[in-house]
């Protein structure tokens, strides 16, 4: 059987959980733990449902993102959260998720340079032709890594699904590798990455199954309908897919025979009730 490696954008899913739970829950102690709660109940199904022998958690630290070197407006539409109280943010809840991942005896890892992101897309490149490979986030950058190998796994409790080629070409009629590009015309709002003005999706897909790069688009593109929608955007477009384009790490945390996945028994109330998360 298959070696099979799971990775989950571990921040990708804290947010998730910690906004995507019906309600704040605090224990005894007046504590919010509905983060911590969200996450380690949601990760053990995760692992259920995708049975790995290796898995990596990785989580985004507080750092300078080199990206801001590319365009210092990257992400810049995201919360501050150093105005809100601490209790009333994702990361309050960080120490208790990994006291519980410690625990488990799962590997994880926050970073302190480069995104999450580049570290999954790097151990993705480097064992994709070894073993089967599951991202597990909602971030569609992913998309571009799907592979014979390699499916996203959306994690919405029992409507949970697996994103792959045919995913992929159902929803936007392109191929994975196809799909920087394709963003770079888009854009993305939730990173602050601006499309082009009147480029939508089924265009940016005609134009991606027309031309193979930015630069051929600019050459032989100039007697297509959408043309004049780009004049002048070709340098925008060019800093749009260096901003979506992952970084390849070459001193990855973690050896893959350090990624077993280990064995669970315990339920989540069991492991925060170890942990006195929850009384």
């Not at 949601?42 to 993102?65: R, T, Y």
């Not at 601490?86 to 998720?97: A, C, K, M, R």
């Not at 973690?254 to 170890?274: A, G, Y």
Request: aromatic share 12%; glycine share 6%; hydrophobic share 35%.
């Amino acid at each position: 059987m298959m070696k099979k490696l799971l990775l989950v954008d571990g921040s990708n899913l804290l947010f998730q959980m910690f906004y995507g739970m019906p309600s704040r829950i605090i224990n005894k102690e007046g504590k919010p733990i509905q983060g911590i709660l969200g996450f380690v109940g949601a990760l053990l199904k995760i692992i259920k449902a995708i049975s790995p022998s290796h898995i990596c958690i990785l989580f985004d630290g507080e750092h300078e993102n080199p990206r801001k070197a590319i365009q210092r407006e990257y992400k810049a539409n995201r919360p501050d959260f150093s105005t809100l109280p601490e209790e009333e943010t994702p990361f309050s809840q960080l120490e208790g998720i990994y006291k519980a991942l410690a625990l488990l005896k799962i590997p994880f890892k926050e970073l302190t340079d480069y995104e999450a992101d580049d570290y999954i897309a790097s151990y993705t490149t480097l064992y994709q032709d070894e073993m089967q490979i599951v991202i597990s986030s909602w971030d569609s950058d992913y998309f571009s890594l799907i592979h014979d190998n390699v499916t996203i796994y959306r994690y919405k409790g029992k409507k949970s699904y697996f994103c792959d080629e045919a995913y992929l070409r159902q929803k936007l009629h392109i191929q994975p590798k196809q799909y920087i590009f394709h963003k770079a015309l888009v854009g993305d709002p939730s990173d602050h990455i601006l499309g082009i003005p009147k480029i939508g999706i089924a265009t940016a897909s005609k134009i991606v199954n027309t031309y193979s790069t930015i630069q051929e688009l600019y050459e032989k593109g100039c007697l297509e309908v959408y043309y004049k929608y780009l004049i002048g955007y070709k340098e925008q477009i060019e800093e749009n897919y260096k901003l979506i384009s992952f970084y390849k790490i070459n001193s990855l945390p973690f050896s893959i025979d350090e990624l077993i996945c280990p064995s669970i028994s315990m339920t989540t109330n069991q492991i925060l009730k170890e942990l006195l998360i929850l009384n």
